[in-house]
């Protein structure tokens, strides 16, 4: 009975927001807008990295309420002849950023760097080889940068030879630096090796999850690093989640993917649903629901669908399966927002009822996918923009002059941007 009041208070909320944005979208650029969430509140900006209320979504750990950033640069950082490499992360006073050198052979010469986030003063840099394709992690004062086993080809190239010799440049495992200095603290002898397109990971009760290889996952400790048991599975885990003492992680256990509730001190999953589910999108945790975000490859297409987060009941799902998707879509004011069809739409958490069609300011050149206090964040040629919730107009523009931007973190007004052709590292506010 208590999870049908909450139900009913989501839905209700969405309505009373979809009103009220719906009477001042007259001199709106969106398409068919129905309204969406309310304008944020001025909250006060929380003083520790915590998971926003409305639930998670890529970037949880760097986003904090506040006033709304205004697209005013600050300070940039070139990491010529290096790129940054995955998203940035914050602690709300130093950004923390990989940047690695782009080779035939791959990702070469990674390092860590710590900026401060209001003004761009290096604080320090480290050497981390092997660096993976996503994101540095910051929890509990720890930056956790995953490594694979590397080498570089050395040497020229001979006729009817088809290898060169190698040189090993990086171990491999789990490194986490310590955020003030950039000390090693700890490394792990294991790595997500086997999952190179993406690094996910979950942290619960403690305890941090990830790919242990292709078909399993394992805890490291924090923050002393201590390696739990190794978690084998029956498939490949294609991305990972949590919420409260629960794990989510979607199993590839061909021909069907089955999306997996877990308490990890348990040896048995709390529910697990067959879905037609091909993406590399973790699902969307928030309150009592879970949200499984729309998702288009070229044989397999599927709308955004709702889950009750305890049983894994069907909530709601949306009719139509769209056509193309970008991004993974995220959660603001109990309204989940993808991009779908070229154009920004929002479901009310509570029934799936659309909240908001907006156009797009103009063709996407990245999945950057971040919604926080009212704005939805989008990469464009040349800007960052962000996607007012109320009417569609774009509220906050950061020009970069960059193809495109690839990660972004946020708080209480302040920004960081990583941008791709150039690579570069942009703090605003």
Not at 81 to 104: H, I, K
Request: glycine share 12%.
């Amino acid at each position: 009975m208590r999870l049908a009041w909450v139900l009913l208070a989501l839905a209700a909320t969405g309505c009373r927001r979809g009103r009220g944005r719906a009477e001042h979208s007259g001199d709106s650029d969106a398409a068919d807008v129905d309204g969406t969430a309310s304008e944020p509140a001025g909250e006060t900006p929380a003083i520790a990295p915590t998971r926003p209320a409305e639930g998670s979504q890529p970037r949880w750990r760097s986003l904090t309420h506040g006033p709304r950033p205004r697209g005013i640069e600050r300070w940039r950082y070139d990491f010529t002849p290096r790129t940054p490499y995955g998203e940035p992360t914050t602690d709300g006073r130093t950004v923390f950023v990989s940047a690695v050198r782009r080779e035939t052979e791959g990702p070469t010469d990674g390092e860590v760097f710590a900026f401060d986030l209001r003004d761009g003063t290096l604080r320090w840099h480290v050497a981390v080889g092997g660096l993976h394709g996503e994101p540095v992690e910051l929890v509990d004062g720890r930056v956790l940068v995953d490594t694979i086993p590397h080498c570089v080809r050395r040497g020229a190239d001979v006729p009817g030879v088809a290898q060169r010799p190698c040189m090993e440049t990086g171990r491999g495992g789990l490194v986490a630096l310590d955020a003030r200095d950039g000390h090693e603290r700890f490394h792990t002898a294991f790595s997500s090796e086997a999952i190179r397109a993406r690094w996910s990971g979950a942290l619960v009760d403690g305890a941090w999850w990830m790919h242990d290889g292709a078909g399993s996952l394992r805890a490291v400790r924090l923050p002393s690093g201590e390696v739990g048991a190794r978690l084998p599975l029956p498939g490949m885990v294609t991305n990972l989640a949590s919420a409260d003492h629960d794990l989510f992680y979607t199993l590839d256990a061909r021909p069907t993917t089955r999306l997996i509730a877990r308490a990890p001190a348990t040896p048995r999953a709390r529910w697990e649903k067959v879905l037609p589910y091909r993406s590399a999108c973790p699902v969307v945790t928030t309150g009592p629901v879970l949200v499984v975000p729309a998702f288009a490859t070229t044989g397999l297409t599927g709308a955004p669908r709702a889950l009750l987060r305890a049983t894994g009941a069907d909530l709601w799902t949306v009719p139509a399966p769209p056509r193309s998707v970008e991004g993974c879509g995220a959660v603001d004011n109990n309204v989940f927002w993808q991009v779908q069809d070229l154009t920004l739409q929002g479901f009310a958490l509570g029934d799936g009822r659309r909240r908001g069609r907006f156009a797009l300011p103009a063709p996407l050149t990245s999945d950057l996918t971040v919604a926080l206090d009212g704005v939805f964040y989008v990469s464009v040629h040349g800007r960052l923009a962000g996607l007012d919730l109320i009417d569609g107009h774009v509220a906050v523009s950061v020009v970069s002059e960059a193809a495109a931007a690839e990660g972004l973190t946020l708080w209480a007004g302040h920004g960081a941007l990583t941008t791709r052709d150039p690579g570069l590292l942009i703090g605003f506010d």
